[in-house]
């Protein structure tokens, strides 16, 4: 009977019940940070659509975008969950190609004034703030998870339990990480 009484105090002195917490904490961020890619991804078959009817020739633009678009879908969905790592890069796959899509809409004077691509691009940037703000959430609450499993006396019941640390949303490409070049010289 004894037992049966310390052992919940004993569990939640040893910080179990705060380790589940933190752990769903991350798990929630990091589905909101998937609900983001998703809308994202979503909006980009609209967009690359606008485009191709004002922007023919830039094909090869609108290909990368789809495929980047793809290898996004992909991670999303792959089985048994959503890898950081392997997202964080699918995601700078699809940063990247759609910068050189604005870039090529720049040749576009009427394609720019559109209405359906004005709205699907303020409908991309503000997904973009989305996915940023997401992405700090998780970062942070994997912060938060991982330095307390490695604290005293947490990091007994983690050890005890298996609670490993978890992976931060990084950007995996340095090169994804410069902004899109402007260039008007058709060569």
Do not use: H, W
């Not at 929630?28 to 809308?39: C, E, F, H, T, Y």
């Amino acid at each position: 009977m004894m037992v049966a009484l310390t052992l919940p105090l004993a569990l939640g002195a040893c910080g179990y019940n705060t380790i589940q917490s933190y752990d769903e904490q991350a798990a929630q961020a990091m589905k909101n940070i998937d609900a983001q890619l998703q809308r994202r991804a979503d909006l980009i078959p609209n967009l690359v659509n606008t485009v191709k009817g004002f922007a023919a020739q830039e094909e090869k633009v609108l290909t990368e975008v789809t495929q980047a678009r793809a290898g996004l879908m992909g991670a999303l969905q792959k089985p048994g969950g959503t890898n950081p790592a392997e997202l964080a890069n699918a995601n700078q796959q699809l940063t990247g190609a759609l910068g050189r899509l604005t870039v090529a809409v720049e040749a576009y004077p009427e394609l720019k004034s559109n209405e359906n691509f004005l709205r699907l691009q303020d409908e991309l940037t503000g997904t973009e703030n989305r996915i940023a703000v997401s992405r700090t959430d998780y970062n942070g609450a994997v912060r938060q998870y991982n330095e307390y499993i490695r604290k005293f006396p947490a990091v007994m019941t983690a050890k005890a339990t298996g609670a490993k640390p978890r992976e931060y949303f990084e950007v995996t490409d340095a090169a994804s990480r410069a902004a899109p070049t402007v260039d008007f010289e058709k060569k």
